[in-house]
């Protein structure tokens, strides 16, 4: 088992290696990009949901098509993929880069390798569960699918994608204040009382 968990160690750690290699041009942006989504002052969460909606009403405002806004999309992250590795030395300070923001960068990228991985195993489950309960597979995957395209149906297209866009962004920030715990406790402790409360009238 210990040996197992060593490899494991040993992979993460050459995975979360290969990815600080190939992201190095985008660290100081990536460190900037992260004290936003953290909130690291009071005024960043007003600032990230201002930007996200002036962008989404320039979107509502141009109305592109399907193949335009994809290839205006795909352009951007061209772009700055071209521009970005070379303009971040010179606007940050490549002599600027300490210990602890690489501490943070290194962080920052085993995080996004067990998110990947997390993606991953949650795919594999999926298969597996295809595999052992297709019955159940398949009830679990056309009702979860039919609840969207409802959801889908019912929400204008842009303001779903406006308000899925706007909670990923809040996602990270909400998470380091401790937001969610404290809510999901709250909904949990509620869940609980009901229970027993319908436990008691059964009784």
Known sequence: MAEGDNKSANLLAQETAQLEEQL???GEVILAGDRVLRWEKPWFPGALMGATTVLFLLIYYLDPSVLTGLSCTVMLLCLADYLVPTLAPRVFGSNKWTTEQQQRFHEICGNLVKTQRRIVGWWKRLCALKEEKPKMYFASVI??????????????????TYLIVSFLLLLPGLNQHGIITKYAGMAKREINKLLKQKEKKNE
């Open 143 to 160: 009702s979860s699918l039919l609840a969207v395209a409802w959801i889908g149906q019912q929400v204008h297209n842009l303001f779903l």
């Open 24 to 26: 190095q041009g985008w």
